[in-house]
Nanobody, 116 residues
């Protein structure tokens, strides 16, 4: 059974930083692409960052230069370091991966709130 458990969200002032973590189980973590998505109230879920096997990364334009995704295959954990946070970053952040037949797995999410 695949489980993704996010942590690290919270309330922070604009300009501050947070680090999100996602602990994965039930998958061969080192062989999986891992992603972070977010969903703000009234908006569609959007991709924030992904990290593939070997460590190559990609980011949404809105977070480039401020967010960094990384992975620790020994700990089955993916991280999202978020710096220079803006009120527009306020959302529920979800961890994501796909299974062998491209089925999507999601965590329950962690709330990030950035105050102005």
């Amino acid at each position: 059974q695949v489980q993704l458990v996010e942590s690290g969200g919270g309330l922070v002032q604009a300009g501050g930083s947070l680090r999100l973590s996602c602990a994965a189980s039930g998958i061969i973590f080192s062989l999986n692409t891992m992603g972070w998505y977010r969903q703000a109230p009234g908006k569609r879920r959007e991709l924030v960052a992904i990290i593939i096997i070997g460590g190559d990364t990609d980011y949404a334009d809105s977070v480039k230069g401020r967010f960094t995704i990384s992975r620790d295959d020994a700990k089955n954990t993916v991280y999202l370091q978020m710096n220079s946070l803006k009120p527009g970053d306020t959302a529920v952040y979800y961890c994501n991966t796909n299974g062998p037949i491209s089925e999507a797995y999601w965590g329950r999410g962690t709330q990030v709130t950035v105050s102005s």
